[in-house]
C-alpha cells in the first residue's frame, strides 16, 4: 500500500436520492494511490451505489468525486478512467476470448499488432494463454470472471470497480480466484475499489475496509482494526460473531452484568447506563476445572452444546449471570483435549478485560 498522503480517489460529502430514499448520506472518504479498499455491508447499505457513483453511472445527487487531482463528478462513464467487472461478468457471447478483450482497445489508436500483443499478454496475465479462440460460453464461471477482469485492466485504467465479481461462483473457486485478484492487483498497482457483502473476502483482500450501514459510513479501517477493534456494535456484530450481554456500567473500566462485575475495556458510559458487554468466541480463556489465582473476570460455567467445526470446537456455555442466553466460545482442537472438556461439565473460563467491550444498546 503507498503512503497515506498518495490520494487517488477522494470523495466528498457525496449524496444520492431516488425521489424520496436517501441511499447515501453526506459520504466522505479518500483512497490511496495502488490501495485495494473494499466496500462491505448487508444488502441495501449503499456500497452499490457508491460504486455507481464513482463510476458516473448513477450521478451524485451532491457532492464532488476528485480522480488523480481531476474533478470527475459530472463527467459520463466514457470520459473517466477506469476499468469495470461486475458479478454477470457481462462477456459478449458472440465474441472469442480473444475479441472480448481486445474490445476496449480498438478505440485506442492501437495498430492491430499492438492489440494481438497486449491481448496475449493479458491471456498470460490471466493464467489462460490457450483460451484465446474459444468463446464465453466454453469456460468456466472462474475463468470467464478472469477474462472480465483481463477485459477491465486492458487499456490499463487507473481505476478498477469490481462489483461483487465473485458472489456469483462456488466457494472453493471464490477461495482461488481471490488470492488471484489480490495477486493481481499487487502486481498492477491499480488503485481498486471492490464491492462485497462477504465479510472474509473483504477481510482477505482489502488493504482497507469500509463498512456501510444505511447510506452512511460505519468505519473505514484495516481488516484487523476492524475486526479487533469495532467502533459500533453494528460493526461488532457484523464481522465475524461475536457474543452481545445486556449489562450496566460499573466504572470508566467495568461493567455489571447479572450483579456480577467484570474489569472490561475503559468505556466513557455514566454509572448504572444500560449498556451491550461483547466479546468474541475466540477471546474468550478455558481453564478447566482449577481457576488461576491471578485470573481476573473468571467464571465457572457449565458446558453446553459442542460443534465440532474442523479447527475448532464451538461450545455453548451456561451462567446464571446470562439468564436464559448461552455465552458462545471457540476452542481449540489441543484445548479441548488437555483440558478434557466435555458437554454437562463445569468448567471455568476466562473474560479477558482487554477483549471485554463496552458498547450503547442503541446501535444494536
Same mark, same amino acid.
Given at each position: 500500500m503507498k503512503p497515506a498522503d498518495n490520494v487517488y480517489l477522494s470523495i466528498r460529502n457525496l449524496w444520492k436520492a431516488f425521489g424520496d430514499f436517501l441511499a447515501l448520506?453526506?459520504?466522505? =472518504?479518500?483512497?490511496?494511490?495502488?490501495? =485495494?479498499?473494499?466496500f462491505l455491508g448487508p444488502s441495501g447499505c449503499g456500497k452499490t451505489t457508491l460504486l455507481r457513483a464513482i463510476a458516473g453511472l448513477d450521478l451524485q445527487t451532491r457532492g464532488t468525486v476528485i480522480q488523480d487531482g481531476k474533478d470527475v463528478s459530472n463527467l459520463p462513464p466514457s470520459m473517466r478512467d477506469f476499468g469495470i467487472v461486475f458479478q454477470s461478468y457481462a462477456l459478449f457471447p458472440n465474441l472469442t476470448i480473444e475479441k472480448n478483450i481486445a474490445f476496449g482497445l480498438e478505440n485506442t489508436n492501437r495498430s492491430k499488432p499492438e492489440i494481438n500483443a497486449r491481448v496475449a499478454e493479458l491471456l498470460e496475465l490471466v493464467g489462460l494463454? *490457450?483460451?484465446?479462440?474459444?468463446?464465453?460460453?466454453?469456460?468456466?464461471?472462474?475463468?470467464?470472471? #478472469?477474462i472480465a477482469l483481463a477485459r477491465a485492466i486492458a487499456t490499463s485504467p487507473g481505476l478498477l470497480l469490481l462489483d461483487e465479481p465473485l458472489s456469483a461462483l462456488d466457494a472453493k473457486v471464490r477461495v482461488y480466484l481471490r488470492h488471484e485478484i489480490k495477486d493481481l492487483q499487487r502486481k498492477l498497482g491499480v488503485t481498486t475499489v471492490m464491492v462485497t457483502h462477504d465479510q472474509e473476502e473483504a477481510l482477505a483482500l482489502a488493504d482497507r475496509i469500509v463498512?456501510?450501514?444505511q447510506g452512511t459510513i460505519e468505519q473505514v479501517g484495516t481488516p484487523t482494526q476492524i475486526y479487533r477493534e469495532p467502533a459500533s456494535l453494528f460493526v461488532a456484530d457484523f464481522i465475524g460473531e461475536m457474543n452481545q450481554i445486556t449489562a450496566a456500567a460499573a466504572s470508566p473500566d467495568s461493567v455489571s452484568i447479572g450483579g456480577r462485575t467484570l474489569t472490561s475495556r475503559s468505556h466513557s458510559f455514566v454509572k448504572g447506563a444500560g449498556v $451491550?458487554?461483547?466479546?468474541?468466541? *475466540?477471546?474468550?480463556i478455558p481453564h478447566g476445572k482449577d481457576t488461576p489465582a491471578d485470573a481476573a473476570n473468571t467464571l465457572t460455567v457449565r458446558m453446553g452444546d459442542m460443534e465440532f467445526l474442523g479447527a475448532f470446537? #464451538?461450545? #455453548? =456455555?451456561? @451462567? *446464571? $449471570?446470562?439468564? *436464559? @442466553?448461552? =455465552? $458462545?466460545?471457540?476452542?481449540s482442537i489441543n484445548a479441548v483435549r488437555r483440558l478434557d472438556l466435555a458437554e454437562g461439565r463445569d468448567i471455568s473460563i476466562e473474560l479477558p478485560a482487554s477483549r471485554l467491550m463496552v458498547f450503547t444498546p442503541a446501535e444494536a
Open positions: 448520506k453526506d459520504i466522505s =472518504l479518500d483512497i490511496n494511490d495502488g490501495e =485495494l479498499v473494499c494463454p *490457450e483460451q484465446g479462440s474459444k468463446y464465453p460460453a466454453q469456460l468456466s464461471g472462474g475463468q470467464q470472471q #478472469r463498512v456501510m450501514d $451491550i458487554a461483547a466479546i468474541r468466541p *475466540e477471546d474468550i470446537w #464451538r461450545c #455453548r =456455555l451456561q @451462567h *446464571e $449471570i446470562f439468564g *436464559e @442466553h448461552e =455465552l $458462545i466460545a471457540d476452542f
